[in-house]
T-cell receptor, first 117, second 113 residues
Framework: AQSVTQLDSHVSVSEGTPVLLRCNYSSSYSPSLFWYVQHPNKGLQLLLKYTSAATLVKGINGFEAEFKKSETSFHLTKPSAHMSDAAEYFCVVSGRAGGTSYGKLTFGQGTILTVHP | DADVTQTPRNRITKTGKRIMLECSQTKGHDRMYWYRQDPGLGLRLIYYSFDVKDINKGEISDGYSVSRQAQAKFSLSLESAIPNQTALYFC????????????FGDGTRLSIL
C-alpha cells in the first residue's frame, strides 16, 4: 500500500522569501514521486518528478525537491517566492513496476500556497 | 489546443439525472483515468483504463460507470446523480512507461442540486 501526507494544508509567505512545502510518503516499494501544481480553474501541471536517478530534483519555475529515504520525505522548496506561485500543490506517489499499485497515483491532500506582496 | 480536453467544463443538474462527462486526448496515450477532487482530500481515483479493452475500478467507483470508446476517448457517467457527487472531476492520461507522469485536463465542475 502507498500513502502521502502533506503536513500543511495552508502555507503563507511574502514575495521574495523562501517556500517550503512538506510531504511524507509511505510505500512498499521504492516509489516514484511527483509534485503537481494547480492554479485556479486549471488542471494539474507537473512541477517535477523523482524516479531514483538523483535525490535532488529540479523542476520548472525554480522549484526543487529532495528525496530523503531515511525520512520518507519529499519536500518542495523554492528560494524566492513569486506572486504567480500562489496555487495549490499536490505531492503524489506512484507505484513502481511489479507492485500492485503500478501505474496508479496516490495524492496528498494538497497545500494551498498564498504569496503576499 | 489542449492535449487532454474535458467537456463540459461546468454542469449544474438535479438529483436523479443521468450525466455524462467526456474526455478526449491527442497525446496518443493508452492509459486514461478519471478522478474527483474534493476540498482537503486531494484527488481520488474513480476508474482507469490501460487500453481500450481494459477497464478497472479505482478507490471510489460506486455510483459511477465508464466507457472507453476509443484510444482517445474515455467517458464517465453518473447514472442517477446525487448531491454528494458534487465535485471537480479530472481526466488524465499517461503513456504507460515506468515512472512517467500523468497529464491532466482542465477539469469539469459538477454541481448536483
Amino acid at each position: 500500500a502507498q500513502s502521502v501526507t502533506q503536513l500543511d494544508s495552508h502555507v503563507s509567505v511574502s514575495e521574495g522569501t523562501p517556500v517550503l512545502l512538506r510531504c511524507n510518503y509511505s510505500s512498499s516499494y521504492s516509489p516514484s514521486l511527483f509534485w503537481y501544481v494547480q492554479h485556479p480553474n486549471k488542471g494539474l501541471q507537473l512541477l517535477l518528478k523523482y524516479t531514483s536517478a538523483a535525490t535532488l530534483v529540479k523542476g520548472i519555475n525554480g522549484f526543487e525537491a529532495e528525496f530523503k529515504k531515511s525520512e520518507t520525505s519529499f519536500h518542495l522548496t523554492k528560494p524566492s517566492a513569486h506572486m504567480s506561485d500562489a496555487a495549490e500543490y499536490f505531492c503524489v506517489v506512484s507505484g513502481r513496476a511489479g507492485g500492485t499499485s503500478y501505474g496508479k497515483l496516490t495524492f496528498g491532500q494538497g497545500t494551498i500556497l498564498t504569496v503576499h506582496p | 489546443d489542449a492535449d487532454v480536453t474535458q467537456t463540459p467544463r461546468n454542469r449544474i443538474t438535479k438529483t436523479g439525472k443521468r450525466i455524462m462527462l467526456e474526455c478526449s486526448q491527442t497525446k496518443g496515450h493508452d492509459r486514461m483515468y478519471w478522478y474527483r477532487q474534493d476540498p482537503g482530500l486531494g484527488l481520488r481515483l474513480i476508474y482507469y483504463s490501460f487500453d481500450v479493452k481494459d477497464i478497472n475500478k479505482g478507490e471510489i467507483s460506486d455510483g459511477y460507470s465508464v466507457s472507453r470508446q476509443a484510444q482517445a476517448k474515455f467517458s464517465l457517467s453518473l447514472e442517477s446523480a446525487i448531491p454528494n457527487q458534487t465535485a471537480l472531476y479530472f481526466c488524465a492520461t499517461s503513456n504507460g512507461r515506468p515512472n512517467q507522469p500523468q497529464h491532466f485536463g482542465d477539469g469539469t465542475r459538477l454541481s448536483i442540486l
